[in-house]
């Protein structure tokens, strides 16, 4: 029986500080030059394809690493780096995680290696489900596909909103309704290959923070995409609708069960971005605690500020612990009984809310200032509490699946 460990294993520690010197040497001194110009950082993921980061390979190794802590460990350094560079970086694999959750080894292998493009031409994808009307309430959703027999091609319709890389990636995923009367359990993942007449982007959303990563509308408008666009294929599509409408009849708590466990495993990803953002901010906030002095001495010998930075060092563990946890599980295939990967998420994401805005109070004047990086950490951590399912839809997810009642 292998023995429990928490230390990182050779392998796994090189990893981490290549990629730590990628995020110190080449995404943090860029960071606040994109935030500011609130645009994709092309060159820098173009520096990361060169060195192996931004590729389909790297996440492959890390996705497989057999402890699961090979995609936190990635996450962590990266956007310890900054938030809104990493995200342009990783933004790429949410598309080639559905993509390699539903699809064919055929679409797999067509479509994925297409979603990164070349260290000479690269490209991004994306992910695009959410709807103004649909966004925690996913069965709300409206885009519809609708087959178009005689062709064998599908018709999208609808509008997708804050989709990251929408309108400028190369490939986009689509989720569209394709039963409107089975909620959630009609809906199937569409491939829209690039240049596909029909979509296009609507706004591009000016926000608060990760502004270095686009974010948009993605229009669809007559979008006809070839039958072998559908994810997983027809003849699965229709057994798997043939299913739900029979379980709709009898309940239909099987499905729903299947969809939150995949969920489970994919929110300690963002439970350990959430996780770089606070470590970068309080690695500032003890710095200057250290080095600034009032009254004489440094500010860290008050308990006021010692204590403070005691505690957030203390969440960002116990973050780091959930997440590490979750991650493991999803690896070794352990039930999710109490929604581990939920709470990961939850408690992570308001690590980060509340660590960075401590580091802004520990840098007084200076920490509200752009001269200082916590200004920009502190908004960059707002999207963690929201994205990816806020944290309220975490909470509603805990407490069902601890009580087991429909809490609303
Ligand atoms: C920067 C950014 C990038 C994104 N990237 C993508 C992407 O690539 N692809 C994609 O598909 N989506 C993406 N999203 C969408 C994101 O997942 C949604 O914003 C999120 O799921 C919340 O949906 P909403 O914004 O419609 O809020 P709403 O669902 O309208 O929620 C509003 C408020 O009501 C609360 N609420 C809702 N329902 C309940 C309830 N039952 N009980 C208690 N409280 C509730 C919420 O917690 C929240 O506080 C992105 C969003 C942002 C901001």
Redesign the pocket.
């Known amino acids: 029986m292998a023995e429990f460990t928490l230390d990182l294993n050779d392998d796994q520690k090189q990893v981490r500080d290549w990629l730590h010197g990628f995020a110190a040497d080449v995404i943090r001194p860029a960071a606040s030059e994109w935030d500011e110009r609130e645009e994709t950082p092309w060159p820098v993921i173009q520096e990361a394809a060169k060195v192996g980061i931004y590729s389909l390979d790297f996440y492959a190794q890390q996705f497989f690493d057999p402890t699961g802590l090979g995609i936190p460990m990635a996450m962590e350094e990266l956007f310890w780096g900054d938030a809104g560079i990493a995200?342009s970086i990783v933004?790429t694999g949410?598309?080639a995680v559905g993509v390699l959750a539903n699809g064919t080894e055929e679409q797999i292998g067509t479509w994925i290696p297409q979603m990164y493009g070349d260290a000479n031409d690269v490209k991004v994808a994306?992910?695009?489900?959410?709807?103004?009307?649909?966004?925690?309430?996913?069965a709300s959703m409206r885009t519809r596909a609708v087959y178009d027999e005689a062709k064998d091609e599908w018709v999208l319709n609808g509008t997708?909103?804050?989709?990251?890389?929408?309108g400028i990636a190369g490939v986009h995923v689509v989720?569209a309704v394709v039963d409107p009367d089975l909620g959630s359990k009609g809906h199937a993942s569409f491939i829209v290959p690039p240049d596909t007449p029909g979509l296009s982007q609507g706004q591009k959303?000016k926000?608060h923070?990760?502004r270095a990563?686009h974010?948009a509308e993605v229009v669809l408008e007559d979008v006809r995409v070839p039958g072998h666009c559908l994810l997983g294929g027809k003849d699965k599509l229709d057994e798997r609708l043939a299913r739900a409408r029979e379980r709709a009849k009898a309940g239909g708590e099987r499905v729903k069960n299947a969809a939150m466990a995949t969920f489970e495993a994919s929110r300690p990803a963002v439970g350990a971005m959430a996780v770089g953002t606070a470590r970068a901010a309080y690695e500032v906030a003890l710095d200057y605690a250290k080095t600034r002095s009032q009254f004489g001495r440094p500010i860290i010998d008050n308990q006021g500020i010692a204590f403070q930075l005691a505690d957030m060092r203390t969440r960002i563990d116990a973050a780091r612990m959930l997440v590490w946890r979750a991650s493991w599980m999803a690896t070794t295939g352990k039930p999710f009984t109490a929604a581990e990967g939920s709470m990961s998420k939850l408690y992570a994401s308001e690590t980060a809310r509340d660590v960075t805005a401590q580091a802004i109070q520990i840098l007084g004047g200076n920490g509200f200032t752009r001269e200082y990086p916590v200004e920009r950490m502190h908004r960059d951590a707002a999207?963690y509490t929201?994205?990816?399912?806020?944290?309220?839809?975490q909470?509603?997810v805990i407490a069902r699946t601890l009580s087991g009642m429909p809490i609303?």
């Open positions: 995200l933004g949410l598309a994306a992910f695009c489900s959410s709807e103004p009307d649909a966004g925690s309430d996913v997708k909103t804050w989709a990251t890389n929408g989720v959303f926000k923070g990760i990563s974010t999207i929201i994205f990816e399912g806020t944290s309220e839809i909470r509603l609303r």
